[in-house]
């Protein structure tokens, strides 16, 4: 893999063994500015050389960091591949499943909304026959 990786960045690079940081900001995926806030705060993952007063990174440096990296890169993803079964729901299905559309929900209020729908149906018949809903409730009383 570090022979592949090496193969490519001569590509790229030529025959440069020393690199600058503007050179690795593009394949490491870190600015310039980034890369020397990390070199202050000794967090830089690739090792370099300062002793010029230019920063200089070898090619053989960050081809291992490069290879390393990917391999990381991979582990995490096989990992979080294999949190992911489809026996356990995802965020995004639980958090779907939450809302009130659930079936819990309508066994929990079923009674409520049944008594509103019995009610505005009970006020719409009085609405349209206001007199013969008098006459039988008349009637019930002795």
């Known amino acids: 893999m570090l022979e592949i990786i090496l193969a490519?960045?001569?590509?790229?690079f030529g025959n440069k063994v020393l690199l600058t940081p503007e050179d690795i900001a593009e394949i490491i995926g870190i600015s310039v500015g980034q890369q020397a806030n990390?070199?202050?705060e000794d967090r830089f993952p690739i090792p370099y050389d300062d002793k010029?007063?230019?920063?200089?990174?070898?090619?053989?440096?960050?081809?291992?960091?490069l290879a390393n990296h990917g391999r990381k890169?991979?582990?995490?993803?096989l990992k979080q591949?294999?949190?992911?079964?489809?026996?356990?729901?995802?965020?995004?299905?639980?958090?779907?499943?939450?809302?009130h559309l659930e079936g819990e929900w309508w066994a929990l209020?079923?009674?409520?909304?049944?008594?509103v729908i019995?009610?505005?149906?009970l006020e719409l018949e009085l609405a349209v026959n206001p007199y013969e809903k008098k006459k039988d409730r008349t009637n019930l009383k002795p």
């Open 8 to 12: 490519d960045l001569r590509g790229i």
């Open 38 to 40: 990390l070199r202050s």
């Open 52 to 65: 010029t007063g230019r920063i200089k990174i070898s090619i053989y440096a960050l081809a291992e960091y």
């Open 73 to 77: 890169q991979v582990k995490t993803a």
């Open 81 to 99: 591949e294999t949190k992911l079964s489809p026996d356990k729901p995802t965020r995004v299905q639980k958090k779907a499943r939450k809302g």
């Open 109 to 115: 209020r079923q009674r409520q909304v049944i008594a």
């Open 118 to 121: 019995n009610r505005s149906l």
